[in-house]
Nanobody
Framework: QVQLVESGGGLVQVGDSLRVSCAVSGRSFRTSAMGWFRQAPGKEREFLAGISWNSGTTNYAESVKARFTISTDNAKNTVYLQMNSLKSEDTAVYYC?????????????????WGQGTQVTVSS
């Protein structure tokens, strides 16, 4: 069974940086893609960034492209999302997701497995 476990969320100040992590276990994802999404109260789940394990191909939402960076550590089966210059509107639950497709889609329906999420709160 595939498991995704996010960590690294917390309370930060506007302008701070934060890195969230997603540990993947249960199967090999060498030919699959990973994505980061977030969901704020009362809003739809929003794509942020995606990456392919094999090729390293990335895909970013335009709204965060200048501030967020996705990366992987293949040896640790872990995906990271580095977030810089955080804003109050970045407050949300952050989810990682895994897709059996090789390209990191921006569509949440293309992802097969989801973590439980980690809360990120940006305080002004």
């Amino acid at each position: 069974q595939v498991q995704l476990v996010e960590s690294g969320g917390g309370l930060v100040q506007v302008g701070d940086s934060l890195r969230v992590s997603c540990a993947v276990s249960g199967r090999s994802f060498r030919t699959s893609a990973m994505g980061w999404f977030r969901q704020a109260p009362g809003k739809e789940r929003e794509f942020l960034a995606g990456i392919s394990w094999n090729s390293g191909t990335t895909n970013y939402a335009e709204s965060v492209k200048a501030r967020f960076t996705i990366s992987t550590d293949n040896a640790k089966n872990t995906v990271y999302l580095q977030m810089n210059s955080l804003k109050s509107e970045d407050t949300a639950v952050y989810y990682c997701a895994a897709s059996e497709a090789p390209f990191p889609s921006q569509r949440k329906y293309d992802y097969d497995y989801w973590g439980q999420g980690t809360q990120v709160t940006v305080s002004s």
